[in-house]
Protein backbone atom coordinates (compact mmCIF):
# COMPACT_ATOMS: atom_id res chain seq x y z
CA UNK A 1 0.00 0.00 0.00
CA UNK A 2 1.57 3.39 -1.04
CA UNK A 3 1.99 6.05 1.99
CA UNK A 4 1.42 9.57 1.95
CA UNK A 5 3.28 11.14 -0.94
CA UNK A 6 4.52 14.96 -1.57
CA UNK A 7 5.46 16.60 -4.51
CA UNK A 8 7.86 18.21 -5.32
CA UNK A 9 10.42 16.97 -2.76
CA UNK A 10 12.21 20.11 -3.16
CA UNK A 11 10.92 23.62 -4.38
CA UNK A 12 13.11 26.85 -4.72
CA UNK A 13 12.11 30.11 -5.56
CA UNK A 14 12.27 33.56 -6.03
CA UNK A 15 10.34 35.95 -3.23
CA UNK A 16 7.09 37.24 -5.04
CA UNK A 17 6.48 33.89 -6.81
CA UNK A 18 3.98 31.52 -6.65
CA UNK A 19 4.74 27.58 -5.63
CA UNK A 20 1.98 25.03 -5.45
CA UNK A 21 2.64 21.63 -3.40
CA UNK A 22 0.27 19.18 -3.88
CA UNK A 23 -0.29 15.93 -1.25
CA UNK A 24 -1.32 12.31 -1.93
CA UNK A 25 -2.96 11.15 1.29
CA UNK A 26 -3.43 6.94 1.44
CA UNK A 27 -6.27 5.89 -0.59
CA UNK A 28 -9.35 5.82 1.68
CA UNK A 29 -7.93 8.45 4.35
CA UNK A 30 -10.42 10.83 4.84
CA UNK A 31 -8.35 13.01 7.25
CA UNK A 32 -5.87 14.83 5.22
CA UNK A 33 -3.67 17.19 7.36
CA UNK A 34 -1.02 20.13 6.33
CA UNK A 35 1.66 20.91 8.68
CA UNK A 36 5.13 22.96 8.49
CA UNK A 37 8.56 23.12 10.50
CA UNK A 38 9.89 26.66 9.77
CA UNK A 39 13.64 27.58 10.52
CA UNK A 40 14.29 24.14 12.59
CA UNK A 41 11.66 25.19 14.88
CA UNK A 42 8.83 23.29 15.90
CA UNK A 43 6.36 21.60 12.96
CA UNK A 44 3.01 23.66 13.36
CA UNK A 45 0.07 22.98 12.45
CA UNK A 46 -1.30 24.55 9.77
CA UNK A 47 -5.29 22.78 8.78
CA UNK A 48 -7.41 19.86 8.36
CA UNK A 49 -9.37 18.26 5.80
CA UNK A 50 -12.07 15.79 6.58
CA UNK A 51 -13.00 14.99 2.48
CA UNK A 52 -13.22 18.08 0.75
CA UNK A 53 -14.12 20.42 3.50
CA UNK A 54 -11.53 22.62 5.88
CA UNK A 55 -12.43 21.10 9.08
CA UNK A 56 -9.81 23.55 10.92
CA UNK A 57 -8.00 25.97 9.27
CA UNK A 58 -6.31 27.80 12.51
CA UNK A 59 -3.19 27.67 12.02
CA UNK A 60 -2.87 29.01 8.50
CA UNK A 61 -0.44 31.55 8.70
CA UNK A 62 -2.06 34.19 6.43
CA UNK A 63 -4.04 34.96 3.28
CA UNK A 64 -1.27 34.30 0.94
CA UNK A 65 -1.59 30.23 1.62
CA UNK A 66 -4.39 28.59 0.26
CA UNK A 67 -5.49 24.72 0.34
CA UNK A 68 -7.91 22.75 -1.52
CA UNK A 69 -8.62 19.70 -1.69
CA UNK A 70 -11.16 18.89 -4.49
CA UNK A 71 -12.86 15.89 -4.61
CA UNK A 72 -11.86 15.00 -1.30
CA UNK A 73 -8.49 13.11 -2.65
CA UNK A 74 -5.31 14.72 -3.14
CA UNK A 75 -4.78 18.24 -1.68
CA UNK A 76 -2.91 21.34 -3.24
CA UNK A 77 -1.16 24.13 -0.52
CA UNK A 78 -0.45 26.94 -2.91
CA UNK A 79 1.64 29.81 -1.48
CA UNK A 80 1.00 33.18 -3.29
CA UNK A 81 3.33 35.55 -3.41
CA UNK A 82 6.09 33.77 -1.74
CA UNK A 83 8.00 35.69 0.81
CA UNK A 84 11.40 34.61 2.52
CA UNK A 85 9.90 33.23 6.16
CA UNK A 86 7.68 30.90 4.23
CA UNK A 87 10.98 29.20 3.72
CA UNK A 88 10.61 25.58 5.50
CA UNK A 89 9.47 22.10 5.22
CA UNK A 90 5.60 21.48 4.60
CA UNK A 91 4.60 18.05 5.76
CA UNK A 92 1.22 16.18 4.89
CA UNK A 93 -0.45 13.35 6.72
CA UNK A 94 -3.55 11.45 6.65
CA UNK A 95 -5.80 9.07 8.99
CA UNK A 96 -8.84 7.32 8.67
CA UNK A 97 -11.80 7.85 11.38
CA UNK A 98 -12.16 5.12 13.50
CA UNK A 99 -15.67 3.74 15.31
CA UNK A 100 -16.48 6.35 18.01
CA UNK A 101 -15.26 9.05 16.71
CA UNK A 102 -11.57 8.75 17.37
CA UNK A 103 -9.15 8.84 14.39
CA UNK A 104 -6.47 6.63 14.34
CA UNK A 105 -2.67 6.95 14.13
CA UNK A 106 -1.36 9.63 11.35
CA UNK A 107 1.00 8.49 8.47
CA UNK A 108 2.72 11.35 7.62
CA UNK A 109 4.52 12.28 4.34
CA UNK A 110 8.09 12.95 3.67
CA UNK A 111 7.71 16.69 3.45
CA UNK A 112 8.40 19.14 0.61
CA UNK A 113 11.97 21.91 1.56
CA UNK A 114 10.66 25.18 -0.16
CA UNK A 115 13.20 27.66 -0.16
CA UNK A 116 12.39 30.89 -1.06
CA UNK A 117 15.22 33.38 -2.32
CA UNK B 1 -2.78 26.46 25.79
CA UNK B 2 -0.69 23.68 24.59
CA UNK B 3 3.10 23.38 23.79
CA UNK B 4 5.85 21.01 24.25
CA UNK B 5 9.61 21.96 25.16
CA UNK B 6 12.48 19.47 23.84
CA UNK B 7 15.90 19.36 24.47
CA UNK B 8 17.98 21.36 21.89
CA UNK B 9 20.16 19.38 19.79
CA UNK B 10 22.26 18.46 17.76
CA UNK B 11 22.87 14.96 20.08
CA UNK B 12 25.82 12.96 19.18
CA UNK B 13 26.92 9.92 20.77
CA UNK B 14 28.63 6.67 20.46
CA UNK B 15 27.39 3.39 19.61
CA UNK B 16 25.90 1.53 22.45
CA UNK B 17 25.66 4.61 24.77
CA UNK B 18 22.62 5.58 27.15
CA UNK B 19 20.17 8.01 25.18
CA UNK B 20 17.83 10.56 27.04
CA UNK B 21 15.94 13.24 25.42
CA UNK B 22 14.20 15.70 27.40
CA UNK B 23 10.69 16.49 26.85
CA UNK B 24 8.11 18.65 28.97
CA UNK B 25 4.65 19.79 27.88
CA UNK B 26 2.16 22.05 29.06
CA UNK B 27 -1.46 21.08 28.14
CA UNK B 28 -4.82 21.52 29.70
CA UNK B 29 -6.79 18.28 30.97
CA UNK B 30 -5.48 15.03 30.00
CA UNK B 31 -3.45 15.01 26.55
CA UNK B 32 -1.72 11.87 24.38
CA UNK B 33 1.72 12.27 24.15
CA UNK B 34 4.03 10.85 21.28
CA UNK B 35 7.53 10.59 20.08
CA UNK B 36 7.71 11.09 16.24
CA UNK B 37 11.33 9.64 14.30
CA UNK B 38 12.48 11.06 10.85
CA UNK B 39 14.84 9.24 9.69
CA UNK B 40 17.12 11.00 6.55
CA UNK B 41 15.05 11.28 3.49
CA UNK B 42 11.83 9.85 4.99
CA UNK B 43 8.46 11.00 6.64
CA UNK B 44 8.17 11.41 10.31
CA UNK B 45 7.22 8.02 11.61
CA UNK B 46 5.12 7.44 15.16
CA UNK B 47 7.83 5.62 17.37
CA UNK B 48 5.84 5.74 20.66
CA UNK B 49 2.87 6.68 22.56
CA UNK B 50 1.43 7.30 25.93
CA UNK B 51 -2.19 7.96 26.65
CA UNK B 52 -2.09 8.46 29.93
CA UNK B 53 -0.61 9.33 33.54
CA UNK B 54 2.38 6.42 34.10
CA UNK B 55 2.00 4.83 30.97
CA UNK B 56 5.15 3.43 29.55
CA UNK B 57 5.36 3.72 25.49
CA UNK B 58 7.76 1.44 24.17
CA UNK B 59 9.18 0.22 20.78
CA UNK B 60 12.59 -0.46 18.55
CA UNK B 61 14.46 -0.39 22.46
CA UNK B 62 12.91 2.89 22.95
CA UNK B 63 10.93 3.81 25.99
CA UNK B 64 9.10 7.03 27.47
CA UNK B 65 7.36 7.06 30.89
CA UNK B 66 4.29 9.62 30.80
CA UNK B 67 5.28 11.82 34.23
CA UNK B 68 2.13 14.14 35.00
CA UNK B 69 3.29 15.25 38.04
CA UNK B 70 6.73 16.53 35.91
CA UNK B 71 4.83 17.17 32.71
CA UNK B 72 7.32 15.09 31.19
CA UNK B 73 7.81 12.37 28.70
CA UNK B 74 11.62 11.54 28.29
CA UNK B 75 13.12 9.49 25.59
CA UNK B 76 15.38 6.88 26.46
CA UNK B 77 17.39 3.85 24.97
CA UNK B 78 19.48 1.92 26.92
CA UNK B 79 22.37 1.37 24.10
CA UNK B 80 21.78 3.34 20.81
CA UNK B 81 22.88 2.02 17.05
CA UNK B 82 24.15 4.12 14.12
CA UNK B 83 20.85 3.34 12.45
CA UNK B 84 19.19 5.28 15.15
CA UNK B 85 20.92 8.51 13.95
CA UNK B 86 17.62 10.99 13.02
CA UNK B 87 15.84 13.38 14.06
CA UNK B 88 13.11 12.83 17.06
CA UNK B 89 10.34 14.99 17.73
CA UNK B 90 8.30 15.12 20.88
CA UNK B 91 4.34 15.94 20.46
CA UNK B 92 0.90 15.76 22.38
CA UNK B 93 -2.26 16.11 21.21
CA UNK B 94 -5.13 17.11 23.57
CA UNK B 95 -7.93 15.16 24.80
CA UNK B 96 -10.46 16.47 22.36
CA UNK B 97 -9.42 13.36 20.13
CA UNK B 98 -8.59 15.22 16.99
CA UNK B 99 -5.44 14.39 15.23
CA UNK B 100 -3.91 18.22 15.79
CA UNK B 101 -0.72 17.71 16.88
CA UNK B 102 1.46 20.00 19.31
CA UNK B 103 5.38 19.40 18.60
CA UNK B 104 8.62 20.22 20.05
CA UNK B 105 11.83 21.56 17.97
CA UNK B 106 12.96 18.46 17.35
CA UNK B 107 16.45 16.69 18.26
CA UNK B 108 18.84 15.39 15.57
CA UNK B 109 20.64 12.40 17.11
CA UNK B 110 24.05 11.23 15.41
CA UNK B 111 25.57 7.87 16.68
CA UNK B 112 29.06 7.34 15.49
CA UNK B 113 30.76 3.57 15.57
Known amino acids: EAGVTQFPSHSVIEKGQTVTL??????????????????GKEIKFLLHFVKES???????????????????????????????????????????DRAGGRREKLFFGSGTQLSVL | ?????????????????????????????????????????????????????????SNKGFEATYRKETTSFHLEKGSVQVSDSAVYFCALSDQTGANNLFFGTGTRLTVIP
Not at chain 1, 22 to 39: A, E, F, K, T
Open chain 1, 22 to 39: RCDPISGHDNLYWYRRVM
Open chain 1, 54 to 96: KQDESGMPNNRFLAERTGGTYSTLKVQPAELEDSGVYFCASSQ
Open chain 2, 1 to 57: GNSVTQMEGPVTLSEEAFLTINCTYTATGYPSLFWYVQYPGEGLQLLLKATKADDKG
